[in-house]
Structure formats: C-alpha cells, structure tokens
C-alpha cells in the first residue's frame, strides 16, 4: 500500500512539471512571434489568478450545485454521518459536510479547497445497495482526497488546461487576425519555422493537457484507493463496492463532463477495462480492484 502511494505521488508532480513546461512554452512562443517579450507568461499568470481566485472560493459550491447534493445534519441520516465522523478521527481530518444526491446509481466525491472547509457527496444509491464495510470504503476513499489533498490538486489542473486553452486560441485568433510581428519583420526561414511550430503548439497543447489531467485525475484514484484501505484495514470493502458499480451503475441523472473527475467512479455509464483507454477520467474498475484484492 505504501509503494502505491509514493509511485503515485512521483507520478503526478512529473505530469504537474510537464504542466507548467507546456504553459512556459507557449508563452515563450507568443513572445518570439508577437515581440510580447514575457507578456505572453505575464497573460498567462493574470487569467492564472483570476481562475484561481474563482476556483478557490467558489469552485466546490459549483461542483455541489452541478450534482444536485443537498447538505445533511447527523439526526437526517446518523448511520451515514456517525460512519464519516469515526472515519474522520482515524484520518485525523476535520469532519467535511455531507451531503447526499438523489441518485439510485452508486458513486461520491469530495470537493474543497481544503480538509478544514471540505465537502462528501453520496448518492443515495450508494446507501441503499452497498453494506456496511463497503459503503465505508467508498467513504474512506473520499476522505483520503481530502487528506492527500486531491481536492486542491485537481483544481490546480483544471485551471492549468484552461491556461493552455485560452493561451492556444489566444494564439490562433491572433495569428489569424495580425499575423506573426516578427515574421512580417524580419522574415526569412527561422521565422517561418517559429512561426509553423507556434501554430502546431496551438493546436496540440490543448490536446496534450486534457490528457494530462485524465492522467492526473486515474494516478489520484489508485492513490486514494490505497489510502482508503489504510483507513480501513479492509481492502475487500472497497473492492466490492466498485464491482457492484461496475455491475449496477448507469449514467448519473445530472452527470456533468466538467466533474466527472470528481467522483469515486465515472458518472456516466461504466467503462470496463477495454474502453477505458487515455481519455478516460478513471482507471479501470476491474484493475482497481485487482490492485485493491492484491493488498489483502
């Protein structure tokens, strides 16, 4: 468990660093065919903070609003608050509000900026069809993003793919509209070449960071649900839970591609292991629990 955490956790600063290299790059490329010197970094760190400062504050009360979850107190449902709050204290993270969606498909997430303003979601599906030692490790699992800060993560890539994409059609629509200063200029080969490789970087980096975060997004799943099972002491909970949501969920009433990520498995219909390939938000059920029955 502990070997899958800190592979994990490796592989998901080198995709963060491929991030920012890609965010550099571009900018750098604006700078060389537009003569914006930094500006095109200095752009990107503007849109950067007014993103941030959205996501930070309001990002969870969106995420909450887009499912459909409404907000519970302990006399609502005691057997689902009293299993989060034990849960909380052998995490050692401050009891998150929970709410519940109106849904008959199993699935969770947990969404915030931080364990001390954090939020769980749980389908009432999960309640009504999954036992006991199952439904704790769908919680479990949730509790560990927030702890391992997942939470935060995500919404640092998310922001970092909408950096890429405003800068790409920035880019595109500039080049449509002014064309290349410095081609114009100076022309001559190298500018030609600046000129074809920014355009290319355009087009593809929006390609590459949406990839990013679905990898990001996978790498962070096999995390928690490793970190899950350290709650617990009870790999097989967890392991149930998602074959059951392999055998039993459909598409989610209000499942939403911008926080699909978010959930202990994907809102829309169950990939199995074959379609699940690079632009799926999750790993494969069926590796998850292989991976989750070879910790026993």
Not at 128 to 139: D, F, S, Y
Not at 205 to 228: H, T, W
Request: hydrophobic residues 50%; positive net charge; proline residues 3%.
């Amino acid at each position: 468990m502990y070997s899958q955490i800190d592979s994990n956790k490796r592989k998901t600063w080198l995709l963060m660093i491929i991030f920012l290299i890609i965010i550099v790059l571009i900018g750098w490329v604006f700078g060389e065919i537009y003569d914006f010197g930094y500006g095109g970094i200095i752009f990107a760190v503007i849109i950067a903070v007014l993103m941030n400062l959205f996501s930070y504050f309001k990002g969870d009360k969106v995420a909450l609003a887009m499912s459909g979850a409404k907000a519970i107190k302990k006399e609502d449902n005691p057997y689902v608050y009293r299993m989060v709050e034990n849960l909380c204290i052998t995490a050692g993270v401050p009891v998150p509000k929970v709410h519940l969606i109106n849904d008959p498909n199993i699935n969770a997430f947990a969404t915030g900026r931080q364990p001390e303003v954090a939020s769980i979601a749980i389908t009432t599906g999960a309640i009504e069809k999954l036992e006991n030692e199952e439904l704790e490790g769908v919680i479990a699992h949730e509790l560990s993003h927030i702890k391992n800060y997942d939470i935060r993560l995500m919404m640092i890539v998310i922001i970092c793919v909408g950096i890429i994409t405003l800068m790409a059609d920035f880019f595109l629509r500039a080049q449509f509209f002014m064309g290349g200063r410095r081609n114009n200029r100076e022309g001559g080969q190298l500018g030609a070449i600046l000129m074809i490789a920014g355009i290319a970087l355009a087009i593809l980096s929006p390609i590459f960071a949406m990839l990013i975060q679905l990898a990001v997004s996978r790498k962070r799943e096999y995390l928690a649900d490793a970190s899950g099972v350290l709650l617990t002491r009870y790999p097989e909970g967890l392991a149930g839970a998602l074959e059951k949501i392999g055998r039993y969920n459909q598409k989610m009433k209000r499942a939403n591609h911008a926080t699909a990520h978010l959930y202990i498995a994907s809102p829309f219909r169950t990939a199995g292991k074959k379609m699940a390939g690079l632009m799926a938000t999750h790993p494969p059920l069926e590796e998850r629990i292989k991976k989750l029955r070879a910790m026993a």
